[in-house]
């Protein structure tokens, strides 16, 4: 009796050994790496609603997300690209450093399945690379100015809508003891929003013309606008301590009423609008323009905002990752996010300053991508130290920017009128 | 184990008797040695050597870690040594080290002293005190320093504006780039005493009673018995001490990348930022790869001169 039940238990054991490898074999794995954790954060409602959503409509997909943080997921994409390794999907702000991966062979052409996808132009172009497409970016951000609007109006103050304006104001603000600007340069890159926009107003395009190697970093306008940061920053817009601050600090001063105005990118919508987070009243407004500048108002600076690249080690699962992309693209999915621009057609927006924020893209005759998003990584992060120069009393920013400017003429080639 | 001893038994037999009349080599026990050296030199190989090599070939490479490495020779080398971050951390470290021998090695050795002589209910506990922050993780340490040290809400500004002390409150500690750098070395201090304190207080435990007997009957009690009895048999120790320090400080990264992240400007920056900051952020393998071996032969440097301490040391006891 013992010796059968032996030999059908061998048999039972031999049957399910020989199953396995066909049940495991019937689900495709999709790894993905991130930068949020998919908890119960307003912040991360997106990226849960997209994990937990696509996981339940594709049970055929085993679906595993990684969460690495900022800058984790910066440095181990890099380092993963580097041996040819690394996930089927990551997430992506496109731009140069996605377009670095796709000169080196290491994307996913996914041009004919996501062209069709529905989503702003400006959102696709982020996430294309020499004509071809390797991912989707379902937010889009702009930089533009959150204005405390309960301060503005207990002090009887305006929006400004030049720049002349905005310096009265701030005089106005600090008069009266409230920091006029938030920043948070201590973590480097904040500080880019507001210059983008000051060289913009001083010289137009003068960003792609320096891109394009027809202008140098250092001309009048780059100089100009990094003149007249500094001069802010003397006078204290910025508080006593710019650079001892984070941009989570930053986030604070404003939350808490202490600064009056904050040059961001939208991605700020659902924290500002968030009660638990902030008693204030904040809105959000298009950076004014500069009498006598060649910049316009209708100029946005705009960046991915959450993005989505596939890797050419997805290749056997093409029909998966362009599954995930599209899921990544639908209202169901999009509709969880609680602040930031969709670019997804049909997807209202979520809160009264995501309704600004839209309002202010609507306006866009013109988009630049986010500088350190569009220059090759050799420079970007140059640039933004370049620019936390301007925050030293005793830089002479033409100095800072003629230095950055070799770092160009290394690596890019030198500027050629 | 048997076999192993009859194995190296037999064979020191045989060397002793081979080498006198140029017998033929022992295979055996060739082939044993061979076996027990060879996973050691397969792991050095494979992890250490193998990446040492290749991080000097990519140094004289233009490389972006991407594939498609061009020749570059010493350009890579001749570029660090004009760009003023490179040299800031150059200058950072080796200044981190001078004042980490002048500071905290000092004061290692009186804490040291401290809880070796004067023995009482607190030693214990305050051992585990002063060793905690060693074995505490950089990122704790430097979540600790911010807690403390932060503009707007850290401990000391909360209690300079608490007291009106606006002196105080107005200090900016790592946005101030004539601060920043002593802000980190203060967090550091505290987390890297720890190691040389208990490390000391082995060397202090091990002076002999007699030898403390005498020189109190001698009248050398309390600081001049430290002085005078203590920091001379340790001061050996506290050269190893120092050159730990030095090699330390040449590879430094974690505390001030997460303090400061090299800011404001370069105030803090340090080689292992620059490197980081070049391989990882900028994309420079070459340059990157560059700075590695600098740190690398540096390093070699100053372990070849602790070591050439420590056989000075030997001979001359």
């Known amino acids: ?417 | 184990m048997g076999d192993i001893a009859a194995t190296t038994g037999n064979a020191a037999a045989g060397r002793a008797a081979g080498s006198a009349r140029g017998k033929p080599r022992d295979w055996k026990r060739t082939v044993f040695i061979a076996l027990c050296v060879l996973p050691a030199l397969g792991f050095l190989a494979v992890f250490m050597y193998y990446p040492i090599e290749e991080t000097f070939r990519i140094s004289l490479m233009h490389s972006s870690g991407l594939g498609g490495e061009t020749w570059a020779g010493f350009d890579n080398y001749v570029r660090l040594f004009a760009n003023p971050e490179f040299l800031a951390g150059l200058l950072h470290v080796f200044s981190w080290a001078f004042w980490s021998i002048l500071i905290q090695l000092p004061l290692a050795f009186l804490i040291a002293f401290s809880l070796t002589f004067y023995v009482n209910k607190t030693t214990g506990p305050l051992r585990v005190v002063y060793y905690l922050a060693n074995i505490l993780p950089s990122a704790i340490t430097a979540m600790l320093g911010k807690f403390v040290f932060s503009p707007n809400n850290g401990i000391l500004s909360s209690i300079a504006t608490k007291l009106h002390w606006t002196w105080l409150s107005n200090i900016d500690f790592f946005g101030d780039p004539k601060i920043a750098f002593w802000t980190v070395f203060i967090v550091a201090t505290w987390t890297y005493t720890g190691f040389p304190i208990i490390y000391l207080m082995a060397r202090i435990e091990q002076i002999p009673t007699e030898i403390r007997e005498a020189a109190e009957l001698d009248g050398a009690v309390g600081w001049r018995y430290a002085w005078h009895i203590v920091l001379p048999l340790v001061i050996y120790p506290m050269q190893i001490l120092a050159v730990l320090c030095t090699v330390g400080s040449l590879k430094l990264f974690d505390l001030p990348y997460m303090l400061t992240t090299g800011g404001p400007g370069n105030a803090t920056v340090t080689l292992g930022i620059t490197l980081y900051r070049q391989g990882f952020i900028n994309w420079q393998y070459g340059k990157a790869a560059a700075i590695g071996v600098v740190i690398f032969l540096l390093s070699l440097a100053f372990t070849i001169a602790q070591f050439s301490w420590q056989k000075r040391e030997g001979d001359s006891r």
């Not at chain 1, 650079?243 to 989570?248: D, M, N, P, S, V």
């Not at chain 1, 902030?278 to 910049?295: N, R, S, V």
């Open chain 1, 1 to 417: 009796m013992k010796k059968r039940m032996f030999v059908v238990l061998v048999a039972l054991a031999c049957c399910l050994m020989a199953a396995l490898p066909v049940f495991s074999q019937s689900k495709v794995k999709l790894t993905v790496w991130g930068r949020d954790i998919a908890d119960d954060g307003a912040d991360h409602a997106y990226v849960k609603a997209l994990i937990t959503g696509f996981q339940a409509k594709n049970p055929d997909i085993q679906l595993e997300y990684i969460p690495l943080g900022d800058p984790g997921l910066a440095d181990k994409t890099k380092i993963a690209m580097a041996s040819n390794s690394g996930p089927d999907i990551f997430q992506s702000w496109g731009g140069s450093v996605m377009g670095g991966y796709a000169d080196a062979g290491r994307l996913l052409d996914l041009t004919s399945d996501l062209k069709s996808v529905p989503g702003s132009a400006a959102a696709q172009g982020a996430m294309s690379w020499k004509g071809k497409i390797y991912g989707v970016a379902p937010f889009f951000a702009i930089a533009g100015i959150f204005v405390n609007e309960g301060i503005f109006k207990a002090n009887g103050l305006s929006v400004p809508t030049s720049v002349a304006e905005m310096e009265k104001v701030s005089d106005a603000l600090l008069a009266k003891g409230i920091q006029p600007f938030a920043c948070g340069e201590k973590d480097k890159w904040p500080a880019l929003a507001m210059y983008m926009y000051l060289t913009n107003r001083f010289g137009g395009d003068a960003f792609g013309l320096a891109q394009g190697r027809k202008l140098r970093f250092d001309d009048a306008s780059f100089v100009n606008a990094a003149q007249k940061y500094q001069d802010w920053i003397k006078k204290g817009y910025f508080g006593t301590k710019p650079l001892g601050e984070g941009y989570g600090d930053a986030q604070q001063l404003m939350a808490t009423g202490k600064a009056a105005m904050h040059v961001t990118g939208s991605w700020m919508c659902a924290q500002y609008s968030n009660k638990a987070f902030t008693d204030q009243t904040i809105g959000f407004y298009a950076f004014p323009a500069l009498a006598g500048g060649k910049g316009k108002i209708t100029d946005i600076m705009g960046m991915t905002d959450i993005g989505f690249a596939a890797t050419k080690l997805a290749a056997d699962k093409k029909a998966a990752v362009v599954k995930f992309m599209k899921y990544a693209m639908s209202t169901e999915a999009c509709a969880a996010e609680p602040g930031r621009i969709c670019s997804v057609p049909g997807v209202k927006a979520p809160s009264h300053l995501t309704d600004m924020a839209a309002g202010v893209f609507a306006t866009a005759k013109n988009v630049q991508f986010w500088w350190d998003q569009d220059l090759p990584p050799a420079v970007t992060s140059p640039l933004n130290d370049a620019i936390q120069t301007f925050f030293l009393a005793d830089t002479n920013v033409k100095a800072s920017l003629t230095s950055f400017e070799s770092l160009m003429e290394e690596n890019v080639g030198p500027a050629k009128k």
